[in-house]
């Protein structure tokens, strides 16, 4: 049975507490909040298919403190991946 992890759920709910204050005001549709959560799913999208790429030049151009690709690439779609929770648990705990 998948379960949700403790440092799971402290990172997301660390993401949600970041929110700008500007922004922490009730979405005013689902509509709304479909387009935030697609917006964040497109950055995920968007690191899954070509951070890869980019963590390597990182890799590369960087040979001062070199850093595995592979660890730059998870960590971004990792953070990606909060974001998308976050905007997911914001519209749960609004419904």
Not at 7 to 35: C, M, W
Not at 49 to 70: Q, R, T
Not at 80 to 94: D, F, G, S, T
Request: charge should be negative; aromatic fraction near 8%; include cysteine.
């Amino acid at each position: 049975m998948l379960t949700l992890k403790p440092e799971t759920a402290s990172l997301i709910n660390d993401e949600l507490e970041s929110i700008p204050e500007r922004y922490q005001k009730p979405f005013n549709s689902v509509h709304e909040a479909l387009g935030v959560i697609r917006e964040e799913y497109i950055e995920l999208e968007q690191e899954i298919f070509f951070g890869e790429k980019k963590a390597k030049e990182h890799h590369f151009a960087n040979d001062e403190f070199p850093i595995d690709p592979k660890e730059i690439w998870n960590r971004k779609i990792k953070r990606e991946a909060i974001q998308v929770a976050a905007m997911c648990a914001r519209l749960i705990q609004e419904l």
